[in-house]
């Protein structure tokens, strides 16, 4: 208990960490670039505790590959929409819509699996919503359909959806082998696929300042800690109560925007994301 415990504490620190340092370098770098930075630094650090842990992530069989790989192309796409939504727009905005997610998930369900939400679930629906309306009465567009032309909150639920779908991606490989390898192959093909976008939307590699690259370190670092303790906790729980409790993190991001980003209207976005948390709950739990 006291490990999940811990493992939470630094998933939800972890994470806006991360995000808050992405903000930053995003205004200088384009966000493909960044990832290829730290997914570069993540893949080294793999690289080492794979030796020193006595790991072999290529002891396992063909189906582990395979989903290693999709969780790869998956975290690619999901981390780099993430940065891009963070250059646009406000972090204490974009974070707490994490808590959407759950809505997605149910809709899939409904859609896919014939899976009709009960009344708790919709419950939860509606305090998401209401949640997201005290936090889009922040934005000059409000709580309306104009939101969904600007491209930080189209970016942000591009990278929603992705991390998603990995979430289930990873917890299977975590059946299929054990948590040090789920996160030794997350690292090497984050780096791999993050190698392949810089390819096919032909960005120039650029050679970042010694400055910024530490600063890509500290994101590697973060990250790492992040999808470590993610790991340990899916072995633990089941993916629905991890990913609720992961939205606590949000409270943390609108904090950090605040605080270092120097963005508006603290009280009114931490308690839109209690209301989206709450919600999450209902539906998750």
């Known amino acids: ?57 290529f002891s396992y069989g063909f189906e582990v590959f395979c989903y290693s790989a999709l969780a790869g192309v998956l975290c690619t796409l999901g981390s780099v929409c993430l940065i891009k939504a963070l250059h646009y727009g406000e972090m204490s905005v974009l974070a707490p819509l994490n808590s959407y997610k759950c809505i997605v998930g149910l809709v899939i369900a409904f859609f896919i699996l014939g899976e009709i939400p009960d009344i708790i679930e919709l419950l939860g629906v509606i305090f998401i919503i209401f949640g997201s309306w005290f ?17 930080d909150i189209i970016l942000r639920f591009c990278a929603l959806f992705f991390t998603g779908c990995e979430a289930v991606v990873l917890k299977k490989i975590i059946l299929l082998s054990s948590v040090s390898v789920c996160f030794v192959l997350w690292c090497f093909w984050g780096f791999v696929f993050s190698l392949v976008l810089m390819f096919l939307l032909k960005i120039k590699f650029e050679l970042l300042s010694l400055k910024d690259i530490s600063k890509t370190l500290v994101i590697a670092i ?64």
Do not use: H, W
């Open 135 to 151: 936090i889009f009465d922040t934005v000059d567009e409000g709580f309306s359909f104009k939101l969904l032309k600007r491209k």
């Open 1 to 57: 208990m006291l490990v999940t415990v811990g493992n939470l504490g630094l998933r939800i620190l972890s994470n806006p960490i991360a995000n808050a340092v992405q903000k930053i370098l995003s205004g200088k770098y384009c966000a493909t670039l960044i990832n290829l930075y730290s997914y570069l630094f993540l893949s080294v650090m793999a690289g080492i505790f794979a030796f020193t842990g006595n790991v072999n992530p």
């Open 222 to 285: 973060c990250l790492g800690v992040m999808q470590y303790s993610t790991n340990v906790i899916f072995q633990r729980l089941d993916v629905g109560l991890s990913l609720a409790l992961f939205q606590l993190s949000g409270i943390v991001s609108v904090f950090f925007g605040y605080k270092f980003f120097n963005e508006r209207d603290l009280v009114k976005k931490i308690v839109g994301s209690i209301i989206m948390i709450a919600g999450s709950c209902f539906i998750l739990l």
